[in-house]
Every structure is written in structure tokens, then in C-alpha cells.
């Protein structure tokens, strides 16, 4: 595990684009001190619900000074703070065709047009993977949802929004922003599933954070889904617009699993959209690191051979959106969004 606000010392090394001047030229362009960027930082993070870190003046003088790569609530902190993004702070290099310059601007006129500039920004995340599925039917649609909360009505149909992805990519972050965006409730299956899941591997004899053995994986694991499933078609029998959280690995590679899913959607008049978090494994580490959940122990200890379970190019089988939160850019956006409405969406 690493301290606070400290990534493991190599992945701020080998981070390409890393400049540790830029985080000074940041807080000197603002008029801060060390000891007031801490406080400026604490106060941030705290008002957007995040993680808050200690910002101690030593901790940020090491950031730019080079010696300690940022951990990710500080670079999410830094981001809100100096209103920029990663790469324009100097923490990375960016990503092809990344936009590195939103200006966001917050306003105190409830839903003007820098809102809404603000939310398609975010949503123009949501790209196609596959030409059979309609990415701008679903970003309207997400729109639609968060204005439908302000002005009544909603001209779509109900949808099922199943965000997946491998351990640490981001799913759960994003789709709690689709939630505060659209009202729609999340079915996330750990927090579903987990004390029916670790009494259960107990009673088997096994370790409660057992997710990674043949037993876990063929007795335990297709009842988590059974119970996410079902928790969902009781949405999808209210015609309850829903999103759904769980890494989906092998059930959105499993055609026949997928298309029934979708089949007894449609049959009562929701639409699935299938998004799928595309995400580096340096990121994931460091995500799965600073949570620090008993489940992911053992991804931890033997992380070489878990990393070599990761098939970073699987995508699901039916059409589908991906979100690119390679080196956190998509988490990041989504902090900016929230800042603009004042962190809380109403």
C-alpha cells in the first residue's frame, strides 16, 4: 500500500510527460504558499467528496520537487484546485486526441449554457466501439434525463446502462457521475453483494476475500451476477431507468449471456447500453492500491500474475460505447462537470 498522497515511487518515473515545475509555476500563478495550497487542497477535495488528503507542506513540496509522484485524489485535488487538467499541471503526458483545455467556468445561474457545454463535454466520453451502436442516442438520452429533472418529461425510453470493466478502471466513479447526471439509481454489485458473498465463501470454508479460486469463481461468483440480475429486472419490470456497475468480464464476452439480458429488456420497452471503461494497468494498480479493499489483497501480493489475467484488449461482444480512463482522463473530466455545478448536481 502506499501513504498519503504517495503513488509507488517508479510509476511517477515512468510517467511519460512528468514535469513537477509546472505544480510550482500553478500554485506561485495563484499567489499560494505551500502551507495555503494544502489548505486550498483540503478544502476542495472535501467539498467534492473526495478522498481528503493531508497536504502537508513537506508532501506538496516533494510533488514539485520530483521526489514523489502524486497519488490520484491528490492529482483529482490539484485538477479542482488550479482548474486545469493533468497534462496542463505537468502530471502526464496526454493522450491522443485528449483535450486538455475545457475552461470550464462555474456559474451561479442554475442550467445556462455552460452547463450544458459542460455535461456534452463529458459525455462526448461515451464513444462508439462498434458502428452498430447509436453513441449519440445514448449521450441524448443521458441529457435528456438530467433536463427531464428540471423541466418534466422524458422523450426516450427507459435504459439499462451496464458500465464495466477490469478491477480499478473507474466503473464505479463513472457511473455515479451517469447517477447525479440523469437521477437514474446504481446497481453496484459489491456493495449488493458482498456480505451475502463473504459469509457464503466462510461457510464453504474458504477466506472471505477469496476472488480469485476455481471455488469463488464457479460457486459463488455466477450467484453475485444472479443477484445483480435480478435486482435490475426489478427495475426493468418498473420501467426504471438503471445503472449498472460490475467488471462484467466474462458475461459481456458471452453472447448467449448478453443477448438475453437485452432480449427481456426489450420486451419491456428498455434499451440496453452497453459501456465498457478502457483503462491501463498502471492506473488500475494505482486505483485498486488507494482504495485499500480486503477483496483485492491478493491482486495486490501477486499482482504480476493477476495483471497476467488482463486482456486489455477484450471488449463486449454486442455494440457498445467505451470510456477512455487510460491514466484517469475520464475521472478526471467528471470532477471538472461536478465542480461547474458546485460539486452537487440538483
Known amino acids: 500500500m502506499t501513504g498519503d498522497g504517495q503513488a509507488v515511487a517508479h510509476v511517477g518515473r515512468n510517467r511519460p510527460g512528468w514535469r513537477p515545475e509546472k505544480l510550482r509555476e500553478q500554485r506561485e500563478a495563484h499567489g499560494l504558499t505551500l502551507e495555503g495550497a494544502g489548505e486550498r487542497l483540503r478544502e476542495v477535495a472535501a467539498a467534492a467528496g473526495l478522498a481528503?488528503?493531508?497536504?502537508?507542506?513537506?508532501?506538496?513540496?516533494?510533488?514539485?520537487?520530483?521526489?514523489?509522484?502524486?497519488?490520484?485524489?491528490?492529482?483529482?485535488?490539484?485538477?479542482?484546485?488550479?482548474?486545469?487538467?493533468?497534462?496542463?499541471?505537468?502530471?502526464?503526458?496526454?493522450?491522443?486526441?485528449?483535450?486538455?483545455?475545457?475552461?470550464?467556468?462555474?456559474?451561479?445561474?442554475?442550467?445556462?449554457?455552460?452547463?450544458?457545454?459542460?455535461?456534452?463535454?463529458?459525455?462526448?466520453?461515451?464513444?462508439?466501439?462498434?458502428?452498430?451502436?447509436?453513441?449519440?442516442?445514448?449521450?441524448?438520452?443521458?441529457?435528456?434525463?438530467?433536463?427531464?429533472?428540471?423541466?418534466?418529461?422524458?422523450?426516450?425510453?427507459?435504459?439499462?446502462?451496464?458500465?464495466?470493466?477490469?478491477?480499478?478502471?473507474?466503473?464505479?466513479?463513472?457511473?455515479?457521475?451517469?447517477?447525479?447526471?440523469?437521477?437514474?439509481?446504481?446497481?453496484d454489485k459489491d456493495p449488493i453483494t458482498r456480505p451475502l458473498v463473504e459469509r457464503l465463501l466462510v461457510e464453504m470454508g474458504s477466506d472471505p476475500n477469496d476472488r480469485h479460486t476455481d471455488l469463488y469463481r464457479e460457486k459463488?461468483?455466477?450467484?453475485?451476477?444472479?443477484?445483480?440480475?435480478?435486482?435490475?429486472?426489478?427495475?426493468?419490470?418498473?420501467?426504471?431507468?438503471?445503472?449498472?456497475?460490475?467488471?462484467?468480464?466474462?458475461?459481456?464476452?458471452?453472447?448467449?449471456?448478453?443477448?438475453?439480458?437485452?432480449?427481456?429488456?426489450?420486451?419491456?420497452?428498455?434499451?440496453?447500453?452497453?459501456?465498457?471503461?478502457?483503462?491501463?494497468l498502471d492506473t488500475m494498480h494505482e486505483y485498486i492500491s488507494f482504495r485499500s479493499a480486503a477483496r483485492d489483497s491478493w491482486k495486490l501480493q501477486n499482482w504480476d500474475a493477476y495483471a497476467a489475467t488482463i486482456d486489455l484488449d477484450l471488449r463486449p461482444v454486442v455494440p457498445h460505447l467505451v470510456v477512455d480512463n487510460r491514466l484517469g482522463s475520464a475521472i478526471s473530466l467528471t470532477d471538472q462537470v461536478r465542480q461547474v455545478f458546485g460539486t452537487v448536481f440538483q
Open 220 to 280: 459463488v461468483r455466477p450467484l453475485e451476477y444472479q443477484c445483480l440480475l435480478e435486482t435490475a429486472y426489478a427495475n426493468v419490470d418498473c420501467a426504471i431507468s438503471t445503472v449498472l456497475s460490475a467488471p462484467f468480464v466474462a458475461e459481456a464476452t458471452d453472447e448467449r449471456w448478453i443477448r438475453r439480458l437485452i432480449n427481456r429488456c426489450e420486451a419491456r420497452g428498455v434499451t440496453v447500453a452497453v459501456v465498457w471503461m478502457l483503462c491501463d
Open 52 to 187: 481528503v488528503p493531508a497536504a502537508n507542506f513537506q508532501t506538496l513540496w516533494q510533488h514539485e520537487q520530483g521526489e514523489v509522484y502524486p497519488g490520484p485524489h491528490y492529482r483529482r485535488a490539484y485538477c479542482l484546485l488550479y482548474r486545469a487538467t493533468e497534462p496542463e499541471l505537468g502530471l502526464r503526458a496526454p493522450l491522443p486526441g485528449e483535450a486538455t483545455q475545457h475552461a470550464f467556468t462555474a456559474s451561479s445561474e442554475p442550467h445556462n449554457g455552460t452547463h450544458v457545454l459542460a455535461v456534452e463535454r463529458a459525455l462526448s466520453q461515451l464513444t462508439p466501439a462498434t458502428e452498430q451502436v447509436d453513441g449519440l442516442g445514448v449521450q441524448q438520452r443521458v441529457l435528456d434525463a438530467w433536463k427531464r429533472r428540471h423541466t418534466g418529461g422524458d422523450p426516450n425510453r427507459p435504459t439499462l446502462m451496464m458500465v464495466g470493466g477490469y478491477a480499478g478502471s473507474g466503473k464505479s466513479e463513472f457511473a455515479r457521475f451517469i447517477s447525479q447526471l440523469t437521477g437514474w439509481p446504481v446497481l
